[in-house]
């Protein structure tokens, strides 16, 4: 067998999985209920009328702000921007909410944005599981949701994106999404039964996928708008699991410049497996686009597979075309033979960070 494990050999994956990335993966339904309770709990002493918002992070715990992002464009009046780094935009000020969001909470470029959020008398509420980042924020009186720690910050998603939505609706920035909570922890935990270990490859699409990707390079195509936060978090969730590489990107912007690179070199777009995130709400001239862009360069690669998510509302949706993401990468790391949890080369960067 070329591959590590027999996917439907559930002890094989237990054993292959020592720090349980697929339970985490498991309990994110789970998750998502107990985030929505946290956050109910919080204490928002704010008055005034917030004109934007700014969510501050990194990584895992920056990909909360881009759902958030995607569900303001639907939903919000008012604009929602995401913030990777050590300062914030020079639009921000009192009318401003930022959540300054970090699992670990000791990830330096969100501690030095909290600061400048603080400087720029922004209102501020923190989302961490710990480290100085909470520490900051009980010093300074700053609204604190506290999440369990323990995990991966790229497996704690609910506990770190749903308290941004909470919050938002509190404030009255986001009309109240109980419907579409209630919509998505059911849609979770329907679409969990086909993508857990216990269910055969044959009826398991993150298991069929994986298999797609094996010794391929993975390019996620999501649409501005719907599925683009996912295919950024597909790429990001293979590169992290299964330490591969992997692209995203969104139409229409692709259609104007990346459909143009599929000519050349050969043996590189022959290993290009292309995955396009599709959704029922995309713009018609974009699903249009999909078929077009399919049609054109669909056999200048190795494949094309197109992945939909569940549910009745986008919330739903997108959350669970991402969850199949998450299992698909997970399996792909266990296909290779590598442990899905740890991220050396990120510890390792934060740590030679840390000594200069
Ligand atoms: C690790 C992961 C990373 C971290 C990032 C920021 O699982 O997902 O992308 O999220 O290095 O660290 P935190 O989330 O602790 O602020």
């Given at each position: 067998?070329?591959?590590?494990?027999?996917?439907?050999?559930?002890?094989?994956?237990?054993?292959?999985?020592?720090?349980?990335?697929?339970?985490?993966?498991?309990?994110?339904?789970?998750?998502?209920?107990?985030?929505?309770?946290?956050?109910?709990?919080?204490?928002?002493?704010?008055?005034?009328?917030?004109?934007?918002?700014?969510?501050?992070?990194?990584?895992?715990?920056?990909?909360?702000?881009?759902?958030?992002?995607?569900?303001?464009?639907?939903?919000?009046?008012?604009?929602?921007?995401?913030?990777?780094?050590?300062?914030?935009?020079?639009?921000?000020?009192?009318?401003?909410?930022?959540?300054?969001?970090?699992?670990?909470?000791?990830?330096?470029?969100?501690?030095?944005?909290?600061?400048?959020?603080?400087?720029?008398?922004?209102?501020?509420?923190?989302?961490?599981?710990?480290?100085?980042?909470?520490?900051?924020?009980?010093?300074?009186?700053?609204?604190?949701?506290?999440?369990?720690?323990?995990?991966?910050?790229?497996?704690?998603?609910?506990?770190?994106?749903?308290?941004?939505?909470?919050?938002?609706?509190?404030?009255?920035?986001?009309?109240?999404?109980?419907?579409?909570?209630?919509?998505?922890?059911?849609?979770?935990?329907?679409?969990?039964?086909?993508?857990?270990?216990?269910?055969?490859?044959?009826?398991?699409?993150?298991?069929?996928?994986?298999?797609?990707?094996?010794?391929?390079?993975?390019?996620?195509?999501?649409?501005?708008?719907?599925?683009?936060?996912?295919?950024?978090?597909?790429?990001?969730?293979?590169?992290?699991?299964?330490?591969?590489?992997?692209?995203?990107?969104?139409?229409?912007?692709?259609?104007?410049?990346?459909?143009?690179?599929?000519?050349?070199?050969?043996?590189?777009?022959?290993?290009?497996?292309?995955?396009?995130?599709?959704?029922?709400?995309?713009?018609?001239?974009?699903?249009?686009?999909?078929?077009?862009?399919?049609?054109?360069?669909?056999?200048?690669?190795?494949?094309?597979?197109?992945?939909?998510?569940?549910?009745?509302?986008?919330?739903?949706?997108?959350?669970?075309?991402?969850?199949i993401g998450d299992y698909t990468s997970a399996y792909l790391a266990l296909l290779y033979g590598i442990d899905p949890s740890p991220v050396k080369?990120?510890?390792?960067?934060k740590n030679k960070l840390a000594e200069v």
């Open positions: 067998m070329k591959y590590s494990v027999d996917l439907d050999r559930e002890e094989d994956l237990k054993k292959a999985d020592p720090e349980k990335m697929l339970d985490a993966l498991a309990g994110l339904a789970d998750q998502c209920r107990r985030a929505v309770e946290l956050a109910g709990k919080v204490d928002l002493d704010f008055t005034g009328t917030f004109h934007n918002i700014v969510v501050t992070g990194l990584g895992g715990s920056a990909i909360g702000g881009d759902f958030l992002r995607v569900l303001a464009g639907e939903k919000m009046n008012v604009p929602v921007a995401v913030n990777r780094s050590y300062t914030l935009p020079c639009y921000v000020n009192k009318e401003s909410l930022v959540f300054a969001v970090s699992y670990s909470g000791n990830t330096e470029e969100t501690l030095s944005a909290y600061e400048d959020a603080k400087m720029k008398g922004a209102a501020i509420t923190v989302i961490t599981g710990g480290g100085k980042l909470a520490e900051k924020a009980r010093q300074d009186g700053v609204p604190l949701i506290s999440v369990p720690s323990g995990l991966q910050p790229r497996a704690a998603t609910g506990y770190l994106f749903l308290p941004m939505v909470i919050v938002a609706a509190e404030l009255g920035l986001i009309p109240d999404p109980k419907e579409d909570l209630a919509d998505l922890i059911r849609s979770l935990e329907e679409i969990q039964k086909r993508l857990t270990p216990k269910t055969g490859e044959k009826e398991n699409p993150a298991k069929q996928l994986a298999k797609l990707f094996y010794e391929k390079i993975p390019v996620i195509w999501g649409a501005s708008g719907t599925t683009e936060t996912a295919a950024m978090r597909w790429k990001g969730q293979i590169n992290e699991n299964s330490k591969a590489p992997a692209y995203f990107n969104v139409l229409p912007e692709l259609n104007h410049n990346e459909i143009v690179g599929t000519e050349v070199p050969g043996d590189i777009l022959e290993k290009v497996e292309l995955v396009f995130l599709r959704d029922w709400e995309d713009h018609p001239r974009v699903a249009k686009r999909f078929e077009i862009t399919k049609e054109i360069i669909g056999d200048r690669v190795s494949g094309v597979t197109e992945v939909w998510g569940e549910g009745n509302c986008l919330l739903s949706r997108m959350m669970t075309v991402t969850y080369l990120i510890t390792l960067l």
